[in-house]
């Protein structure tokens, strides 16, 4: 098992690009996350999907979009990159909501010039 | 809006200490706690989960305790080694949904 996956493992981005960050997960779980990680911050929720098919806002969704492809495939895409979206991004993901812990990927590190 | 502090920020302890990493919470309707390591560089690793109904959790030379009332979880590494040494972060589950609110964080350095 891979368990969590992330691609690209490292992104310079110019204000105004689009990328998507990819997440798959080979675990069958129903529940992906996408967070975010800033300097003295903890990790904050962007958006997430409860099961295939369904996705919600988390804390800090703006300037985001995710799809949830299949089961195993969760995307989040900038549309039009900003500097304040140079951070590290972790996806992870759980095969049901409750008392289990969040599996989580190695991350994608963003820098927005 | 739940806040998570941690603190300190940093710790270094020699090798062979046993230490106490803290972490508090504003709102006590709390689902779970957890406690994960993050490796520099690295993606998290959960150490320990302790539901609501809990006060406390060991696995190995970790011990993690839920204080709810107060607001406050402590993590207790016993006899530890540089091998530790990693942020260790704590993260709340308000209501069974999975939707962690996450401390900043407490970077450990265990010296040999």
């Known amino acids: 098992n891979a368990g969590v996956t992330q691609t690209p493992k490292f992104q310079v981005l110019k204000t105004g690009q689009s990328m998507t960050l990819q997440c798959a997960q080979d675990?069958?779980?129903?529940?992906m996350y996408w967070y975010r990680q800033d300097p003295g911050m903890g990790l904050r929720l962007i958006y997430y999907?409860?099961?295939?098919?369904?996705?919600d806002k988390g804390e800090v969704p703006n300037g985001y979009n995710v799809s949830r492809l299949n089961k195993r495939e969760f995307s989040l895409r900038l549309e039009s990159a900003a500097p304040s979206q140079t951070s590290v991004y972790f996806c992870?993901?759980?095969?049901?909501?409750?008392?289990?812990?969040?599996?989580f990927g190695p991350g994608t590190r963003l820098l927005v010039l | 809006k739940q806040e998570v502090t941690q603190i300190p920020a940093a710790l270094s302890v020699p090798e062979g200490e046993n230490l106490v990493l803290n972490c508090s919470f504003t709102?006590?309707?709390?689902?779970?706690l957890q406690w994960f390591r993050q490796d520099p560089g690295k993606g998290l690793t959960s150490l320990l989960l302790?539901?609501?109904?809990?006060r406390e959790q060991t696995s190995g030379r970790l011990n993690a305790s839920l204080d709810k009332s107060s607001g406050r979880s402590t993590l207790y590494i016993a006899a530890s080694q540089p091998g530790d040494s990693a942020t260790y972060l704590c993260?709340?589950?308000?209501?069974?949904?999975?939707?962690?609110?996450f401390g900043t964080g407490t970077r450990l350095t265990v010296i040999p």
């Open positions: 992870a993901s759980i095969r049901s909501r409750s008392r289990e812990t969040q599996y």
């Open positions: 675990m069958n779980h129903n529940s």
């Open positions: 999907s409860a099961s295939e098919g369904t996705t």
């Open positions: 709102d006590s309707a709390i689902y779970n």
């Open positions: 302790i539901q609501s109904s809990q």
């Open positions: 993260a709340l589950d308000q209501t069974g949904a999975n939707n962690l609110f």
